[in-house]
């Protein structure tokens, strides 16, 4: 059972990048996955989630990304996505993909997002 977040890189303020949650071991349509980030010296915040396929995908966005971040599934690939547009200086984080059904909770490891000139 594993979540393998991939995507991350250096990007211009303005620009754009995909971040990839895939799972191994697990059905990722039963879970409600959710991106979480950690800003150097901040604690680990919320950023999007999308429920499971018991919640129709519902999605939940921070204000902070709100117009930018889209989440969105690949069933097949057993995949989820993380499209960041319009990226910030403040974007800048560890980008952590995380599984929630229930008492149980996957943790992905992070992958790097650094937006600078």
């Known amino acids: 059972v594993q979540l393998q977040a991939s995507g991350g890189g250096l990007v211009q303020p303005g620009g754009s990048l995909r971040l990839s949650c895939a799972a191994s071991g697990f059905t990722l349509d039963d879970y409600a996955i959710g991106w979480f980030r950690q800003a150097p010296g901040k604690e680990r915040e919320g950023v999007i989630c999308?429920?499971?396929?018991?919640?129709?995908?519902?999605?939940y966005y921070d204000d902070s990304v709100k117009g930018r971040f889209t989440i969105s599934r690949d069933n097949a690939k057993n995949t989820v996505y993380l499209q960041m547009n319009s990226l910030k200086p403040e974007d800048t984080a560890v980008y952590y993909c995380n599984a929630l059904s229930g008492l149980k909770q996957i943790w992905g490891q992070g992958t790097l997002v650094t937006v600078s000139s």
């Open positions: 999308i429920s499971n396929a018991v919640g129709v995908g519902s999605t």
